[in-house]
T-cell receptor, first 112, second 116 residues
Framework: KNEVEQSPQNLTAQEGEFITINCSYS?????LHWLQQHPGGGIVSLFM???GKKKHGRLIATINIQEKHSSLHITASHPRDSAVYIC??????????????FGKGTLLTVNP | GAVVSQHPSRVICKSGTSVKIECRSL??????MFWYRQFPKQSLMLMAT?????????EQGVEKDKFLINHASLTLSTLTVTSAHPEDSSFYIC????????????FGQGTRLTVV
C-alpha cells in the first residue's frame, strides 16, 4: 500500500511570499496529482505529472521519481490561493480502476 | 477539459429518509466513477468504484445496502444514502475516469449532506 505524506500540514503566509508544499510517497507510481480544495469543498485538479516539471500561471509542480518526492510551488502568493492542497498518487499498475491514494492535505492561508 | 457535474451541492434531510446524489460526466463517457467521503479535516476516503453496467466494488467497511451505487449509463452514476442517520452527515464527492486518459482524475463539486 502506498503511503502519501504531505508537509507542512498547515502553512500561513503573507501575500506575495513564495510557497512550497511537499509530498512524499513510498511505492512506485504512474502519476502524481496536485489538487486544490476550496472551503466550499469542490476539488480542482491542478496538475498531473509523472516526471519533470509543469507550470501553470503562478503554480509550478515538480517531481523526482527516484526520490519519490514532489513539490508544489506558488509564486507571488495571493489570498485567493488560500485552500487545502492535496497530493494524490496513481498506482503503477492501475488495472481497470487506477485508484488514487491521497495525502492528508496542506491547509494554506495567505494573509493580505 | 473534462467536466464532472455533481448534484446537489448541499442537502439537508431528516433521519430515516433516503438521499440521492448524482454525478455526471458532461463531455466524455466515464466507464469508471469513484465515490469518496470526506470527514472534517480528513483526507478523502474511497467508498466504492462504480463501473458502467456492472455492480459497484465497495471498499472494506462500507455498507453496500446503505450506500447504493448505480452506474446505469456512461455519463451518470448515482449514490443513494438509504435510511440516513446523523452520522452519515459528511461531504461526498465523485470523480470520473475518461477511458482515453486513464490516469487523470476529474472531480465533481461535492455534496454536503446534513442529516437532522
Amino acid at each position: 500500500k502506498n503511503e502519501v505524506e504531505q508537509s507542512p500540514q498547515n502553512l500561513t503566509a503573507q501575500e506575495g511570499e513564495f510557497i512550497t508544499i511537499n509530498c512524499s510517497y513510498s511505492v512506485g507510481i504512474s502519476a502524481l496529482h496536485w489538487l486544490q480544495q476550496h472551503p466550499g469543498g469542490g476539488i480542482v485538479s491542478l496538475f498531473m505529472l509523472s516526471s519533470g516539471k509543469k507550470k501553470h500561471g503562478r503554480l509550478i509542480a515538480t517531481i523526482n521519481i527516484q526520490e519519490k518526492h514532489s513539490s508544489l510551488h506558488i509564486t507571488a502568493s495571493h489570498p485567493r490561493d488560500s485552500a487545502v492542497y492535496i497530493c494524490a498518487v496513481s498506482p503503477k499498475s492501475g488495472g481497470s480502476n487506477y485508484k488514487l491514494t491521497f495525502g492528508k492535505g496542506t491547509l494554506l492561508t495567505v494573509n493580505p | 477539459g473534462a467536466v464532472v457535474s455533481q448534484h446537489p451541492s448541499r442537502v439537508i434531510c431528516k433521519s430515516g429518509t433516503s438521499v440521492k446524489i448524482e454525478c455526471r460526466s458532461l463531455d466524455f463517457q466515464a466507464t469508471t466513477m469513484f465515490w469518496y467521503r470526506q470527514f472534517p479535516k480528513q483526507s478523502l476516503m474511497l467508498m466504492a468504484t462504480s463501473n458502467e453496467g456492472s455492480k459497484a466494488t465497495y471498499e472494506q467497511g462500507v455498507e453496500k445496502d446503505k450506500f447504493l451505487i448505480n452506474h446505469a449509463s456512461l455519463t451518470l452514476s448515482t449514490l443513494t444514502v438509504t435510511s440516513a442517520h446523523p452520522e452519515d452527515s459528511s461531504f461526498y464527492i465523485c470523480s470520473a475516469r475518461a477511458p482515453l486518459r486513464p490516469t487523470e482524475a476529474f472531480f465533481g463539486q461535492g455534496t454536503r449532506l446534513t442529516v437532522v
